[in-house]
């Protein structure tokens, strides 16, 4: 599978993003999602990840509350509704898939879990 990732950009403080991952290939419902971040000078981190079916999530506890992950697939999407940004949410966001037969209700939070990865998306919130 083949990951587009894109509406990123620079808002205020406050201020609400949705990035959308574009997924190509079969089979797409097969996936499990997951958006990481990565920070200048920092390490890959998780943000939020999908089951398969959609029924399922789990959350980074800096963005619980803020940030919703969804996915549409009957269209190949998942998405990352992002609310209430804070400058510590600047990074460039990575959309990731894997396919994996286990359905699990709070799916991986680890990026080694994740095998496909699309570019990332720049997120940068101003004060």
């Known amino acids: 599978v083949q990951l587009q990732a894109s509406g990123g950009g620079s808002v205020q403080a406050g201020d609400s993003l949705r990035l959308a991952c574009a997924a190509s290939?079969?089979?797409?419902?097969?996936?499990?999602m997951g958006w990481f971040r990565q920070a200048s000078g920092k390490e890959r981190e998780f943000v939020a990840a999908?089951?398969?079916?959609?029924?399922?999530?789990s959350y980074a506890d800096s963005v619980k509350g803020r940030f919703t992950i969804s996915r549409d697939n009957a269209n190949n999407m998942v998405y990352l509704q992002m609310n209430s940004l804070e400058p510590e949410d600047t990074a460039l966001y990575y959309c990731?898939?894997?396919?994996?037969?286990?359905?699990?209700?709070?799916?991986?939070?680890?990026?080694?879990?994740?095998?496909?990865w699309g570019q990332g998306t720049q997120v940068t919130v101003s004060s």
């Open positions: 990731a898939a894997d396919r994996s037969a286990v359905v699990a209700y709070t799916p991986s939070r680890s990026a080694y879990d994740y095998v496909y």
């Open positions: 290939g079969q089979f797409f419902s097969t996936y499990k």
């Open positions: 999908i089951n398969q079916h959609g029924g399922g999530a």
